[in-house]
C-alpha cells in the first residue's frame, strides 16, 4: 500500500508534472455548472434505458432526445436559482448538499407539473412519474457523489503530498466546542492534527463521534491516550480546576505526551488558521484560577459619563485598566504616562478598539506638579486610578531617589491634587512588597499607601471628605513587563539556562485582567481610608513553575535545559504577604475581597516626613533617603542589601 501511495504521489503530485494537485486552486463556476449538465444528462438517459425495459411503449408524445433537453433545460433552471455551482467543491458542505436537493426536488416538481399541465390540456402525459422520481434519485446521487468524490480526493492527495507525519492527537471532552474542534481539524488543509478520538469523564459506553472512538477518562490518562494510537491530548473544556489540571499535565508530560490548548470556537479569529489556535499549553493556563464574578451596576455609576485618569497607562496594568474602563462608556478617559513608545502603541490601539470613545493622552511624569496641575485644571477629572511606579526591585535598590520620586513623589502630587480639584474617587495599585518591606521599592509605596491614608483622615477631621482615597494590594501578575514567567520563557527558548535566585522561593500570581477587575472593583465600592486586599489563592514555589515550564517547552529539567541557582537578590524576601502583623481583615460582598486595617498614622507627622524623604531623593543621598525611609517605617527592614547596616543604627547617627 504504501508504494501504492508513492507512486500515485509523483505521478499526479510530483513537482514537474501538470497534474500537480498544487496547482490546482478551484475548479471555476461554468465548469462547475458543465459537469452538473454532464451528470444530470447521464442520469436522463439511464432513467431512459431503465424506462425501453419496464415500459417500452409508454408517452410518445415527445422524442427521448426532446424529453432529454427538456429536463436538462428545467434542472439548469434550478441550478441557477439555488447557486449549486457557486460553492469550492473541496469545502462541499451540508448546505451544498441541500441546495442540491432543493434544486432536484424542484426540478422534479416543475417537470411534474408540465407533465399534467400537458395532460389536461391535450390528454396526453410527457413522463411517467415513476420516470420523474428515477430521475430525480439518480441525479441528485451522482451530483452529489461527484462533490464527495472530489473532496476526499483532494484530501488524499492533500496528506499524501506532506512530507512531516500528522500529530495524532486526542481531544478531552465532548461538549459541542471539542466536536466543533475535531471537525474543524479535519475538514482543514494543510493539516496539522489527526484526531483519533476522545476522552470524557462522562459515563458513556460505546460511543463514537464524528467516526472516532470516545474513551471514558478514569485514573491513568496517558494509558488511555496510547490505547487511542495518540502521542498528544487536546484541552478543550474549562470544567477541570487548576489543580486537576495541573495533575492531568504532569501525568501527560511524565509519560511524554504533549500537550496543547483549544480556545473557545466563539473567540476563535477566522483570519487564522484554525490549527494555528491549538496552542501548546501554556503555564498561564495552569495558574489561572476560576474567574472572580463581580458587580457590574456599580462599576457603571462609577465610570459611565465621568472623566476618568489612568496614571502610569502604558504599563501592563494600566493599560490594562484603560481597556477595561472604555468598556463602560466613560465621558472622557485620560491617559498619562512618561514611556513614550508604549503609550503611542496604546494610542494605536484604543484608536482602532473603541473608535467613538472620546479620550487624551498624555505625555507626562508624575513627579511634574506643574504640568500635572495644568491638566487637573483643563480636565475636570472625577476618578483617579493610579498605576504610575517604578517596580523593579533591584533597580530600586540601586536607584532610591528615583523611587522616592515616582513612587512616593508623585503619588503625594497626584493625592495632592486629587483634592484640591475635589476628584471623587483616588484609587491606587499598590503591591505585596509594600507589606513589611526589605527593599526600596517595597518601602517606597508602603510609605505612599501611609500618605494617602493619612491625607483621607485628615480630610474627614476637617470636615472636607471630598476624594475617597482608596488603596488595592495584590502579589505578582503573569505577563506583566518584567515578570518570571516572560523571562522563563524567553530563558528557554534561547536554550536555557532558566535562572531562579533561590530554590525555596514561592510567589502569590494573578492575571492582568484579573488584577484590574480588583482595582475597579476597589474603586467602586470603596468608601474611603480602606486597603483592599485580595485572596491569592496557593502560593506557587517558582523552582516547581520553572521545572514545569520546561516540560511544557517539550524539554527535560538539568537535560536538555540547565536550572541555575543565581542567589537572591538585593532586597529580595523568600515569600511575600499580603497584609502586616498589626494590620487585621474586614470581609466585603466578596469572598476573595478583604478590606486590611492598617493603622492610620497623623497626616502633620506623615508629610513632614516624606517631604524630607523627597528633599534628600533630589540631593540624591542615597543613604540619607534610605535612613528617612527606614525611620517613616519601622518595619522596613533590609534583606540581602548594602542598607542592611542602617537597620540598627539609631536615627540620629544616620
Not at 36 to 55: E, F, K, N, P
Not at 217 to 233: F, M, N, W
Not at 321 to 332: G, L, M, N, T, W
Request: glycine residues 6%; proline residues 4%; contains cysteine.
Amino acid at each position: 500500500m504504501g508504494k501504492i501511495n508513492r507512486a500515485l504521489n509523483n505521478i499526479l503530485s510530483g513537482p514537474d508534472n501538470a497534474l500537480d494537485i498544487r496547482n490546482i486552486k478551484y475548479l471555476p463556476r461554468w465548469a462547475v455548472l458543465l459537469i452538473d449538465i454532464g451528470l444530470v444528462s447521464v442520469s436522463t438517459v439511464l432513467t431512459i434505458l431503465i424506462l425501453l425495459d419496464l415500459a417500452p411503449n409508454s408517452y410518445t408524445l415527445l422524442s427521448y432526445f426532446d424529453k432529454t433537453i427538456l429536463i436538462v433545460a428545467v434542472n439548469i433552471f434550478f441550478f441557477y436559482i439555488f447557486k449549486t455551482y457557486a460553492g469550492i467543491i473541496r469545502y462541499s458542505s451540508n448546505i451544498d448538499a441541500l441546495k442540491l436537493l432543493l434544486a432536484t426536488i424542484s426540478s422534479f416538481i416543475c417537470l411534474l407539473a408540465i407533465n399534467y399541465i400537458t395532460y389536461f390540456s391535450i390528454g396526453e402525459k410527457i413522463f411517467l412519474v415513476g420516470g420523474l422520481l428515477i430521475n430525480l434519485w439518480i441525479s441528485f446521487s451522482l451530483l452529489f457523489l461527484f462533490r464527495l468524490g472530489v473532496k476526499q480526493v483532494y484530501e488524499y492527495f492533500k496528506v499524501l503530498q506532506k512530507n512531516e507525519s500528522l500529530i495524532k492527537a486526542v481531544i478531552l471532552g465532548i461538549d459541542e466546542n471539542a466536536i466543533s474542534i475535531a471537525g474543524a481539524l479535519d475538514i482543514e488543509h494543510p493539516k496539522r492534527f489527526k484526531i483519533v478520538g476522545f476522552l470524557t469523564q462522562g459515563a458513556h459506553k460505546s460511543l463514537r463521534i464524528l467516526d472516532k472512538p470516545v474513551l471514558r477518562h478514569t485514573q491513568k490518562i496517558h494509558e488511555e491516550v496510547r490505547s487511542l494510537g495518540a502521542d498528544a491530548i487536546i484541552f478543550s473544556e474549562n470544567t477541570f480546576t487548576s489543580e486537576e489540571k495541573f495533575q492531568l499535565v504532569e501525568e501527560c508530560l511524565e509519560h511524554k505526551i504533549a500537550v496543547y490548548n483549544a480556545p473557545l470556537v466563539s473567540s476563535w479569529d477566522e483570519s487564522q488558521p484554525i490549527a494555528q489556535k491549538i496552542k501548546t499549553l501554556q503555564i498561564e493556563d495552569l495558574l489561572e484560577r476560576e474567574p472572580i464574578q463581580l458587580e457590574v451596576q456599580n462599576k457603571i455609576e462609577q465610570l459611565t459619563g465621568k472623566t476618568i485618569l489612568v496614571t502610569g497607562a502604558a504599563g501592563s496594568i494600566g493599560s490594562e485598566i484603560v481597556r477595561q474602563v472604555a468598556e463602560y462608556d466613560p465621558k472622557k478617559l485620560v491617559i498619562l504616562d512618561q514611556a513614550e513608545t508604549p503609550l503611542h502603541n496604546l494610542q494605536i490601539e484604543i484608536e482602532s478598539k473603541f473608535p467613538d470613545l472620546n479620550f487624551k493622552v498624555i505625555v507626562c511624569d508624575v513627579g511634574n506638579q506643574k504640568r500635572l496641575e495644568l491638566m487637573f485644571q483643563n480636565q475636570n477629572i472625577d476618578v483617579v486610578y493610579h498605576a504610575a511606579a517604578y517596580k523593579h526591585v533591584p533597580l530600586m535598590e540601586s536607584n532610591p531617589h528615583e523611587a522616592i520620586s515616582v513612587n512616593i513623589h508623585g503619588t503625594k502630587n497626584l493625592a495632592d491634587l486629587a483634592v484640591k480639584y475635589q476628584v471623587g474617587h483616588f484609587v491606587m495599585v499598590s503591591t505585596d512588597k509594600a507589606v513589611n518591606p526589605s527593599n526600596v521599592m517595597g518601602a517606597s509605596k508602603r510609605a505612599a499607601e501611609m500618605y494617602v491614608q493619612s491625607l483621607y483622615h485628615e480630610q474627614i477631621k476637617l470636615g472636607t471628605g471630598g476624594t475617597k482615597f482608596i488603596t488595592t494590594r495584590f502579589g505578582n501578575v503573569l505577563g506583566s513587563n518584567g515578570s518570571v514567567v516572560p523571562l522563563f520563557k524567553k530563558q528557554i527558548e534561547k536554550g536555557g539556562p532558566v535562572t531562579i535566585t533561590h530554590p525555596d522561593i514561592i510567589r502569590y500570581f494573578m492575571t492582568i485582567p484579573e488584577a484590574c477587575q480588583l482595582v475597579l472593583e476597589a474603586g467602586a465600592m470603596g468608601k474611603g481610608g480602606e486597603i483592599f486586599v485580595f485572596d491569592m489563592g496557593e502560593p506557587v514555589k517558582i523552582m516547581d513553575l520553572a521545572i514545569k515550564m520546561i516540560k511544557l517547552a517539550g524539554y527535560q529539567p538539568n537535560k536538555h535545559i540547565k536550572v541555575r541557582i543565581t542567589g537572591l537578590r538585593p532586597g529580595e524576601k523568600l515569600y511575600e504577604e499580603l497584609l502586616n502583623d498589626e494590620c487585621k481583615t474586614l470581609p466585603t460582598h466578596h469572598k476573595k475581597i478583604m478590606i486590611g486595617q492598617d493603622v492610620v498614622r497623623d497626616y502633620e507627622m506623615i508629610n513632614e516626613k516624606i517631604v524630607k524623604i523627597i528633599k534628600s531623593a533630589n540631593k540624591l543621598r542615597n543613604d540619607k533617603v534610605v535612613a528617612k525611609l527606614k525611620d517613616l517605617i519601622p518595619e522596613f527592614k533590609s534583606n540581602n542589601s548594602l542598607y542592611e547596616r542602617l537597620d540598627n543604627t539609631p536615627e540620629l547617627e544616620r
